[in-house]
């Protein structure tokens, strides 16, 4: 049965085996220019005060070709998962179901179950390997980049690196397997996978991704010497002060300056310090007078490998479930 | 070996209010080529794959060879199945298709399906999706006889091949079961397919069991009788009516009666098994409440 | 052992003969005909049915039969054999049973009957005296 498997997924595994190395060549010779670029930039050497070192870094590694290799792994980590759903997961078991080859193989003296198993078993592994593969390439080949934007907060770019993109590519090919199966016509599966695995992956860093793991929380007087908004409406002299003292490397939640008795802070201005006749640094004084605390909420840097492992951890379980689902309908429904 | 290779008691399959087979129960004895007919939608292949574990049935139990269909790999070891259309994978060659055999099939006789490959000129490095109907339903009739199965079922295996075709089909399967003696069981909505291949048959009608029985037996208790008009009422008690026609002064019937019929004023002629199963098809459609006979 | 094919079977679906009756018939023909001698081979059951495409017990019962007649005997895990020939005793009453046959057929032309009547007078008078006889 693996064999035979193996045989049906021969042609697929090496089109990805082919493209993964293409990428690989790809990677390498980019990274290539990288690396010069981060010596030349100083960043390499630099131990006190980078910060100039480092934008000059940025700057020449979001520009250019090396620009578009940041961006084009970045998509394609997303994109993968969606292809091992669409490719491998919608047809497995639909094509079967479409062209009555599943009435063949049931013959074989294999249980259902085991048919079912040995092909999850081969296409999930070759899954795993290669959003595995792929997250590895491209994590290492952007790493410096990642750490001079602290881009690992940016919901756009954690879903591609670390262990993430293994959770998905295992969530799509489980839904695709799924959907297959219940819809019974490769194409409309193909097509219900990519729309749901989108939702899925979108809704993520909407609404999820924030309460994986417990958020921490800090509050301290607010330093008006350090505010990065600072807004005053003068029709109804409603104010908004945010602060920026927040934490390095971390990934603000949210970030509000509340009165002594714990409400959000929003004025009103007192006309004598804030106003037209008044400069704006006079106003900030007086907010300063307030005793205003600020009250964050953010993930730091620290939680980035607990967070990868609880929503790869989501998506597994996802996968898992729909899968248990997969193996039910089949033993009892399918026919 | 006497115990019946499928015995069913009460099966019947719904899906959702349409009912594919109602009430069906059978004794089918060991080693017979038993034709399953019935027009198209009548249920046939409802009972099949029911029978080779594809469908589970809704009420009633069945047995296939002692077992529970599809119960587990040894039970799946012993049935050979060729579904119908004679599905095979368009793009695996006839090779890779004999090696999934040989993986999958603790009893896989290699020497008999390379055998069989040969014997109809095929190529084993051809694609499967490159044969005609008829070499393609010849590969699945060697994947499922190379099994060596104690009981092959095949759904309607010669409906779609050509006159020819549909001859080698049934001279190869025929050849197998004289080596090798296992029991068949094949369907068809043509009789005329499978008059010469079964000793047994089973005449399915809107999703019920008409009659079943050994084929030589049918034809010997049935009866064409041509005589004046009559009410078929006063005919003798032991004979039953399947099918009858009147004109203002000839009566014709069809009927089963267990003892030779002795009557100087009725004509008595044996029957074709086509108008048996002709009479049986059109008492199916014309009496409301059909009389379920069995005769074993 | 002789590798002969001696004959080969063939069946008429429409004769309304069952399929295990025509072989027989087709055994003594041959028999009868000569082509059939004392010691040859009839067809292997799984040649006969590769050949007709019928149910192998349907030869089974004929080969069964002819051997009842005592024509043929088994031996075991080799094939069925002629035991017996046919053709002294009836190629010798052909003739004269042919030239009575054909006087008879001239007297019913003569007597007005058209050849569907002389066929139906055939047939009618066949079965008739087959009953009579198994009666």
């Known amino acids: ?335 | 070996m006497t115990d019946p290779v499928l015995r069913a008691d009460g099966l019947s399959k719904r899906y959702g209010r349409r009912t594919a087979l109602s009430d069906c129960t059978l004794s089918i004895p060991p080693g017979r080529v038993v034709g399953l007919v019935g027009p198209n939608g009548a249920g046939k292949t409802t009972l099949l794959q029911i029978a080779v574990g594809m469908l589970a049935q809704t009420a009633g139990t069945i047995e296939v060879l002692g077992g529970r269909p599809a119960a587990n790999p040894a039970q799946l070891a012993r049935v050979g199945f060729v579904a119908q259309e004679t599905p095979t994978y368009a793009g695996l060659t006839i090779a890779d298709h004999l090696r999934f055999g040989a993986h999958t099939n603790p009893r896989w006789d290699q020497r008999l399906a390379d055998e069989r490959i040969a014997a109809l000129g095929l190529e084993p490095a051809q694609k499967a999706g490159k044969l005609s109907g008829g070499q393609r339903a010849q590969l699945a009739l060697t994947m499922a006889v190379a099994k060596r199965p104690d009981l092959l079922v095949l759904d309607e295996p010669v409906a779609s091949l050509d006159p020819l075709a549909r001859r080698e089909f049934l001279r190869s399967l025929m050849a197998f079961v004289a080596d090798h003696g296992a029991s068949v069981i094949l369907s068809s909505h043509l009789v005329s397919d499978l008059e010469r291949v079964c000793d047994y048959l089973i005449v399915l009608v809107a999703s019920r069991v008409r009659i079943a029985g050994e084929v030589e037996h049918l034809l010997a208790t049935h009866y064409r009788l041509t005589g004046a008009r009559r009410d078929p009422a006063d005919l003798h008690p032991g004979v039953t009516v399947i099918e009858g026609s009147h004109t203002d002064r000839q009566s014709t019937l069809i009927v089963r009666s267990d003892t030779p019929i002795d009557d100087p004023s009725l004509a008595v002629e044996q029957i074709t098994l086509e108008d048996l199963v002709l009479a049986y098809m059109t008492q199916a459609t014309t009496s409301p409440r059909p009389a379920l006979e069995s005769i074993r | 052992m002789r590798e002969v094919r001696v004959i080969e079977f063939h069946l008429d679906s429409r004769s309304g003969v069952a399929p295990y009756m025509q072989l027989i018939q087709q055994v003594r023909q041959a028999m009868r005909l000569g082509l059939l001698g004392e010691g040859d081979q009839l067809p292997t059951v799984k040649d006969v049915v590769a050949h007709l495409a019928i149910n192998p017990n349907t030869v089974l019962k004929a080969y069964r039969e002819l051997e009842h007649e005592g024509l043929v005997a088994p031996r075991p895990g080799v094939g069925t054999f002629v035991t017996r020939s046919l053709t002294d005793q009836s190629l010798a009453a052909h003739g004269p049973l042919r030239d009575e046959l054909k006087s008879w057929l001239g007297r019913a032309r003569k007597a007005g009957l058209d050849d569907e009547s002389i066929q139906a007078l055939f047939v009618s008078t066949f079965r008739t005296s087959i009953e009579e006889t198994t009666r």
């Open chain 1, 1 to 335: 049965m693996i064999w035979f498997t193996w045989r049906q997924f021969r042609i697929p595994t090496w089109i990805t085996a082919g493209a993964l190395a293409v990428l690989a060549v790809l990677l390498a010779v980019s990274g290539h220019s990288l690396a010069g670029e981060w010596t030349a930039s100083g960043a390499a050497g630099c131990h006190a005060d980078c910060r100039n070192a480092i934008s000059e870094f940025v700057q020449q590694a979001t520009n250019g070709a090396n620009g578009l290799v940041y961006q084009f792994t970045l998509m394609l980590v997303y994109v993968v998962p969606a292809l091992i759903g669409i490719f491998w997961g919608a047809p497995l078991i639909a094509r079967e179901l479409e062209t009555g080859t599943h009435r063949l193989a049931w013959n074989q003296s294999v249980t259902r179950s085991r048919w079912l198993a040995t092909k999850l078993a081969v296409v999930g592994a070759a899954s795993v390997v290669t959003a595995g593969l792929l997250s590895w390439a491209v994590g290492s080949w952007a790493h410096h980049v990642d750490h001079a934007k602290y881009h690992w907060i940016s919901p756009q770019t954690y879903g591609a690196r670390g262990i993430v993109p293994i959770g998905y590519a295992v969530f799509a090919l489980a839904l695709g397997v799924t959907l297959g199966m219940l819809i019974r016509r490769t194409v409309p599966a193909m097509a219900a996978t990519l729309a749901i695995y989108v939702l899925a992956v979108a809704s993520m860093p909407l609404w999820i991704r924030a309460h994986l793991v417990p958020a921490r929380h800090a509050t301290r007087p607010l330093d008006v010497s350090n505010v990065t908004q600072f807004m005053f409406n003068r029709d109804n002299s409603t104010m908004r002060v945010v602060s920026g003292v927040v934490p390095d490397n971390a990934w603000v939640l949210s970030n509000r300056t509340v009165t002594p008795t714990g409400q959000v802070f929003s004025g009103p201005a007192d006309p004598q310090y804030c106003g037209e006749n008044h400069g704006p640094k006079s106003c900030l004084h007086w907010v300063g007078t307030l005793g205003l605390r600020q009250d964050l909420t953010y993930q730091p840097a620290s939680h980035f490998w607990p967070m990868q492992w609880a929503e790869t951890g989501v998506f597994v379980a996802v996968a898992v479930a729909l899968l248990s689902f997969c193996f039910w309908w089949t033993r009892r429904r399918l026919a």
